[in-house]
């Protein structure tokens, strides 16, 4: 099974960091977990605030826990909120219902998952999207 390195995690960081700075985003979080949740890489901008780091790892660990992105865990809690409510509950990182929240994906397998805080969520995860590809990998 294909692991999610520390230099491909990095990339990410940067991928998104980058990204960022070229759409003039607010200042972001970003991190990246393994397939199993943990963390593996992590940057938070200048003037970022200070709950972004767990809003950034609850993205990311969300859709690990659901096997979904967390735009799409957004559409299923306002048809199911009771059950995106206790799942949130029961994931230790916590769910965030909104984008900026993917998985990472090698060869069609799960490898891991980005998560992305400090703008709107629609640029939080352009900005994921493009750290994924900036590592040459797949969402």
């Known amino acids: 099974m294909t692991r999610i390195s520390l230099d491909q995690a990095q990339i990410i960081v940067s991928g ?8 003039n985003l607010k200042p972001i979080s970003v991190a990246v977990l393994d397939a199993g949740g943990h ?5 938070r901008e200048d003037g970022s605030s ?8 609850a993205k990311a660990s969300g859709a690990l826990a659901l096997g979904v992105s967390s735009r799409t865990i957004g559409e299923m809690a306002i048809e199911r909120p009771t059950f995106i409510n206790a799942a949130a509950g029961l994931n230790p990182a916590g769910i965030v219902p ?20 400090g703008d709107t969520s629609d640029n939080d995860e352009l900005a994921a999207l493009a750290g994924i590809a900036a590592a040459g990998l797949s969402s």
Request: glycine share 12%; hydrophobic share 60%.
């Open 98 to 117: 909104a984008a900026g929240g993917v998985l990472v994906r090698a060869d069609g397998a799960v490898i891991g998952a980005v998560g992305v805080t």
């Open 39 to 43: 963390l593996i890489a992590f940057a």
């Open 16 to 23: 998104a960091l980058k990204e960022a700075r070229a759409l």
């Open 50 to 57: 200070n709950l972004r780091p767990q809003i950034a790892t």
